[in-house]
């Protein structure tokens, strides 16, 4: 059974960062695509960033290219997101997802049903 725990959203000033973990217990992680997702109130689910199962690829919402950075560490089943300069529109709650399809399409990724598993989630908030 795949399990995904995210780890370290918190309250932080605008201009702060945070890096959020998500921790995988999945057997092969290494041939799954890993992603983030968030979701603020009022607001459906987004894409914010993913990283394929080779980890040579990623893929950003244009929201917060330059400002957040998407790495895997395979030995570890472990995916981050270091968010740097973080804005008041950032403020969310952050899931983890994993896909084991094999896609080289960008768009892919940016699907939510191309993920068949999530994380709970983590609070992410932004003051200004």
């Known amino acids: 059974q795949v399990q995904l725990v995210e780890s370290g959203g918190e309250l932080v000033q605008a201009g702060g960062s945070l890096r959020l973990s998500c921790a995988a217990s999945i057997r092969t992680f290494s041939s799954y695509s890993m992603g983030w997702f968030r979701q603020a109130p009022g607001k459906e689910r987004e894409f914010v960033a993913a990283i394929r199962w080779s980890g040579g690829t990623t893929y950003y919402q244009d929201a917060v290219k330059g400002r957040f950075t998407i790495s895997r560490d395979n030995a570890k089943n472990t995916v981050y997101l270091q968010m740097n300069s973080l804005k008041s529109e950032d403020t969310a709650v952050y899931y983890c997802?994993?896909?084991?399809?094999?896609?080289?399409?960008?768009?892919?990724?940016?699907?939510?049903?191309?993920?068949?598993?999530w994380g709970q989630g983590t609070q992410v908030t932004v003051s200004s």
């Open positions: 997802a994993a896909s084991a399809g094999r896609s080289y399409s960008g768009n892919y990724y940016y699907t939510r049903s191309s993920y068949a598993y």
